[in-house]
């Protein structure tokens, strides 16, 4: 599905990466929810995020609070209080350090948490983008506050590419882990044992 050019499209287009995502999520099992990521190795791995998120729960708060960026950010802007989309003092060069702080604050955080408030936030960002028109969404300079781009180019950068990031990091997780799991059973193998899947 292309980028959402629509409202329409855009609603769509989230909950369908978000039903994704879950999908993906309820596929996995025991050892790849319980097994830290760890991309230390692979070469084309080296963004910072790879080597900060260690479990799903790292993964769903950071999808969390940057649902809460952007409903704070709205829902100042529209009440006429002009703010940046990211707090201060980051900006689109710093925000790796804000994204470390979100990890460093929620690290006692439990999986059932962050679970509950990603279902939540969802929800709340969906019935905000209800309320703006398409226009409102898709033309360029409605809002002063969104600078150069359309308002709804920032609801799918939080939603639907967002989702499709973590995706992607649990998709490499898993493949990762299976990886290592033919390798081990291939040892085992040669050493006439039983096959070890952990």
């Not at 209080?81 to 710093?94: Q, V």
């Not at 308002?151 to 590419?161: P, V």
Request: glycine share 2%; charged share 30%; net charge positive.
């Amino acid at each position: 599905m292309a980028r959402p050019k629509t409202k329409v499209e855009l609603l769509l287009k989230a909950d369908h990466d978000y039903a994704k995502l879950w999908d993906f999520i309820s596929s996995m099992n025991y050892i790849e929810l319980s097994t830290k990521f760890d991309f230390s190795k692979d070469p084309n791995r080296k963004l910072g995020h790879w080597k900060r998120d260690k479990n799903l729960r790292d993964i769903l708060v950071q999808l969390y609070e940057w649902h809460q960026l952007l409903i704070k950010w709205i829902n100042s802007n529209m009440e006429g209080i002009e703010k940046p989309f990211l707090p201060e003092p980051y900006n689109w060069e710093t925000y790796e350090c804000m994204n470390n702080g979100i990890w460093n604050i929620h690290q006692r955080t439990s999986f059932e948490d962050s679970k509950n408030m990603i279902i939540k936030s969802h929800i709340e960002v969906m019935n905000i983008i209800r309320k703006f028109t398409n226009e409102e969404l898709f033309s360029r300079n409605i809002f002063s506050w969104t600078e150069t781009a359309a308002l709804g180019n920032c609801f799918y950068w939080a939603t639907s590419s967002h989702y499709n990031w973590a995706f992607k990091k649990l998709k490499a997780h898993r493949k990762k882990l299976s990886k290592g799991r033919k390798y081990k059973i291939k040892m085992n193998r040669e050493k006439n044992q039983s096959p070890v899947f952990c």
